[in-house]
Each structure stands twice: as C-alpha cells, then as structure tokens.
C-alpha cells in the first residue's frame, strides 16, 4: 500500500522569499504524484502532477516539484511566495488509476 | 459539465436521521471517488466508482454509509443514522485527467 508523509505541518515565510513544502512517498510499485492546494473553505485545487518523463513538473501559480524516485521524494517549491499563497498544500500519491492517498496537508502562512 | 459538481454545498441534519449527498461528475469520467476531511482526520477516502461498479468500498467506515452511481454518471452517498463523528466536508472527485475535486458538501450532524 502507498503512504505519504508531509514532513512538516506549518510553514511560515514572509512574502518574496522562496519556500519548499517537503513530501515523501513510500511504495512498492511505480506511482503518480500529486500537489493540491485548498484555501480556506473551498475544494482542493490541482497545482501540478507527475505521472511520467520529465522529473521537473511544473504547476499553476509558479510552484514547481521534483520527483526524485531514490530519494522517494517529490518536494514543492516556489522562488517568491505571495501572501495570496496562504493555504494548505495536500501532496497525494496514487497507484495508476487507483485511489488517491493524501498526506496531513502542510499550512503555508505567508507574513508581510 | 464544467467541473464537478456537488450538492448540497451545507447539510444540517439532526442526529439518526438519513442524510443524501450527490455528486455530479465531469462529462465522460469513468472513474468517481468520494473522500472525507475533518478535522484531526484529514483526507479519507471513502469508496471508489469506475462505471457504475465499486471495486474499492475498503474506505466505507460502517455499514451506515453506502454508495451508488447509474449510468455512468451521477453517484449518491447516503448516511443513515446519522452520528455527529459524521460531522466532515464529503468531497467528491473524477477522473481520469488528474482527479478534479467538487467543491464539497459540509455536513453539520446535531
């Protein structure tokens, strides 16, 4: 079975830095990747996915991730974060054509 | 359509009564899964549709929740007896094309 693991469950940064939201993912088999960011009171939004080829995906709003198949990674990252990305990002992993399994979600606060 | 679509957005039920929550898939999604968040509990997923068959119901947490789908297309949860630990956001998704998530039905169970 996959599992997910977001290490981190709060993310403080100021407007304009950079900013890296870690997720790793255990499986037995090949699998698809998943960010999605949900704003307050609303539904989840898909940022960006891998499902094959290139190991750089990049997403909506200027995030981008990276899948890193030895290290079981697959990391968000944003150069310069806007107080509009205040949310909480979902990295999630699915068997193909399977269920998704979701990490805990990590908040992104971003301060002024 | 556009995007799927759930409804209602907010249910207030009172507790042991029978609640139904809908979605509408986008046009041509085979594939349907309903999920569950609330607080402490995160994303659960629930039960998973390709067609009008569940070949995953391992997320259902009691036999109070069932599920069904027709025609390839609209698919209905139901909650009987309901429980206020039944309290959550129901969400739905479709696939394939990368699950595109509704935009939930908030149960309230007083």
């Known amino acids: 079975a996959q599992s997910v693991t977001q290490l981190d469950s709060q993310v403080p940064v100021f407007e304009e830095a950079p900013v890296e939201l870690r997720c790793n993912y255990s499986?037995?088999?090949?699998?698809?990747l998943f960010w999605y960011v949900q704003y307050p009171n609303q539904g989840l939004q898909l940022l960006l996915k891998?499902?094959?080829?290139?190991?750089l995906v990049k997403g909506i709003n200027g995030f981008e991730a990276e899948f890193n198949k030895s290290q079981t990674s697959f990391h968000l990252r944003k150069p310069s974060v806007h107080i509009s990305d205040t949310a909480e990002y979902f990295c999630?992993?699915?068997?193909?054509?399977?269920?998704?399994?979701f990490g805990a979600g990590t908040i992104l606060r971003v301060k002024s | 359509g556009a995007g799927v679509s759930q409804s209602p957005s907010n249910k207030v039920t009172e507790k042991g009564k029978d609640v139904e929550l809908r979605c509408d898939p986008i046009?041509?999604?085979?594939?349907l899964y309903w999920y569950r968040q609330s607080l402490g509990q995160g994303l659960e997923f629930l039960i998973y549709?390709?067609?009008?068959?569940?070949?995953?119901k391992s997320g259902l947490p009691s036999d109070r929740f069932s599920a069904e789908r027709t025609g390839g297309s609209v698919s209905t949860l139901t909650i009987q007896r309901t429980q206020q630990e039944d309290s959550a956001v129901y969400l739905c998704?479709?696939?394939?094309?990368?699950?595109?998530f509704g935009s939930g039905t908030r149960l309230t169970v007083v």
């Open positions: 998704a479709s696939s394939p094309g990368g699950y595109t």
């Open positions: 499986s037995s088999v090949s699998v698809y």
């Open positions: 891998y499902l094959s080829g290139s190991t």
């Open positions: 999630a992993v699915s068997k193909r054509g399977n269920k998704l399994v």
């Open positions: 046009s041509g999604h085979t594939a």
């Open positions: 549709f390709q067609g009008n068959s569940a070949p995953d």
